[in-house]
């Protein structure tokens, strides 16, 4: 089974603090992905994944940015948490670019 | 523009009676169709795709979705609900236009009462 996993499930985080929200894929996935989830708002593409070191922009970028080095690992940046920044966030890896993905369990943020 | 729309965005239904969970999406080439199902506190899983052949895919826990075409719909269904199928489900399209980009619906909450 793929596995993807998330540092933390839960976060709470001051405002004006770097947070990083790290993801580990274990299935030699190309693609991964970084998604807000936010109540009746469904998922939103933060930032994107082809290859390692290649990254691209989602729909909501702003006050994020992401780091790849390695293959199975995908993280997130919060360079300055705000309030609005509060939410659950979801990584997901897919074998190929339209396929199926492939979830993590969430880190939910708070940002006091 | 590519979109997904799930028309409900809860569902209560009795526990062993039957459901669907509709989606619309907006596309004129050729699409791969998902929906996936978040339990409470969870990531994703996916429950079911289409991605071409037969118009009716079905998952190991009973659901099943029907691709039309002509509809532009891929609505989720079920026969008789149990009480662990209360989660959130979410439809979700990619096709070639929109660089196979993926695009998610709001979801739909579907609650089982006993």
């Known amino acids: 089974d793929v596995k993807v996993t998330q540092s933390s499930r839960y976060l709470v985080k001051r405002t004006g603090e770097k947070v990083f929200l790290e993801c580990v894929q274990d299935m030699d996935h190309e693609n991964m992905f970084w998604y807000r989830q936010d109540p009746g708002l469904g998922l939103r593409l933060i930032y994107f994944s082809y290859d390692v070191k290649m990254k691209e922009k989602g729909d909501i970028p702003e006050g994020y940015s992401v780091s790849r080095e390695k293959k199975e690992r995908f993280s997130l940046i919060l360079e300055s948490a705000s309030t609005n920044q509060t939410s659950m966030y979801l990584c997901?890896?897919?074998?190929?670019?339209?396929?199926?993905?492939?979830f993590g369990p969430g880190t939910r943020l708070t940002v006091t | 523009a590519q979109s997904v729309t799930q028309l409900d965005s809860q569902v209560p239904v009795f526990e062993e009676a039957p459901v669907e969970l509709r989606c619309n999406y907006s596309?004129?080439?050729?699409?791969?169709l998902f929906w996936y199902v978040q339990y409470p506190n969870q990531g994703l899983q996916l429950l079911l795709k289409y991605l071409s052949g037969s118009t009716l895919v079905e998952s190991i826990n009973g659901f099943e979705a029907e691709f039309n075409k002509s509809q532009t719909s891929f609505h989720l269904r079920k026969p008789s609900v149990h009480i662990s199928d209360t989660a959130e489900y979410f439809c979700?399209?990619?096709?070639?236009?929109?660089?196979?980009?993926?695009?998610f619906g709001a979801g739909t909450r579907l609650f089982v009462k006993a």
């Open positions: 979700a399209v990619s096709d070639r236009t929109g660089g196979f980009k993926t695009i």
């Open positions: 596309s004129s080439v050729s699409v791969y």
């Open positions: 997901a890896s897919s074998p190929t670019w339209g396929s199926e993905q492939y």
